[in-house]
């Protein structure tokens, strides 16, 4: 396998790696590790990085890393985090970080188990915190890859108010919780998009134009801010939490 820096941010360590056997990649929330023979990538994107599949060319922009074989590339671009890593410093990556909804959770694999104990700890700081609860989704030490995107529409389609206090929720809205989000994310992996939406709500069903938006997919209220709910048609409004905008009906969030 090339392993190259066109960059040449990552010169010294693409070197290292050139020439060996890519043996599998795995993402525990939004960290990347990709294991080599010779080492592991730690790849985080952050907000802006990409890393693109396209056809063997010409590097094009800042690639900060390129993996490819005879006819695909792999071009990183932009990450908060390209690193090569021991199987030490990615334990401790990974010890740092939540529960993934999009990884199994037990199983008795060692993986799914950690997993587990992932999940038993988030739900049990939860229920412990006076945190809103959108924040609490957003903090990754607790729930690996929940985005903006993700804790807004699970709130909003469980009709609970962002700015409750983790303690406040009951063992079933925390369980509602973790299952929409299993089953969104789950969903948007496999379809490539996000859509949150439920069938009633589709611009088919509704008969209004499809949602345009750089993030594709139709979603109920993120980054609607003013626009009429589409359960009740109250404007949706908006703030910041946990660093980030976040979005939610005032009507239908009363919960």
Not at 159 to 164: A, E, F, K, N, S
């Amino acid at each position: 396998m090339s392993v190259v820096s066109p960059q040449g941010r990552f010169a010294t360590e693409a070197s290292l790696l050139d020439g060996s056997v890519l043996t599998d990649a795995e993402a525990w929330g939004k960290h990347l590790f990709v294991h080599f023979t010779a080492g592991t990538v730690h790849i985080h994107l952050g907000l802006i990085g990409t890393l693109q599949f396209e056809p063997l060319a010409v590097p094009r922009g800042q690639v900060r890393l390129r993996i490819a074989d005879d006819t695909v590339a792999a071009d990183l671009r932009g990450p908060q985090r390209c690193a090569l890593v021991t199987p030490v410093e990615e334990d401790a990556a990974v010890a740092k970080l939540g529960v993934d909804p999009l990884r199994v959770v037990g199983g008795g694999t060692p993986a799914g188990e950690l997993n587990a104990r992932k999940l038993e700890t988030a739900l049990a700081k939860t229920r412990r915190s006076s945190k809103p609860v959108g924040a609490l989704l957003m903090d990754q030490a607790l729930y690996a890859g929940v985005g903006s995107i993700y804790r807004t529409e699970v709130l909003f389609r469980l009709g609970i108010d962002p700015t409750r206090p983790g303690k406040s929720l009951t063992t079933a809205e925390l369980d509602d919780i973790w299952s929409d989000m299993v089953d969104l994310m789950t969903y948007g992996e496999v379809a490539g998009r996000i859509d949150t939406v439920r069938p009633e709500h589709t611009p088919e069903a509704m008969g209004r134009p499809p949602r345009k938006d750089d993030h594709g997919g139709e979603v109920y209220v993120y980054r609607r801010a003013g626009l009429p709910c589409l359960v009740c048609g109250t404007p949706v409004e908006t703030g910041e939490m946990a660093g980030r905008k976040i979005y939610w009906c005032p009507v239908c969030q009363r919960g």
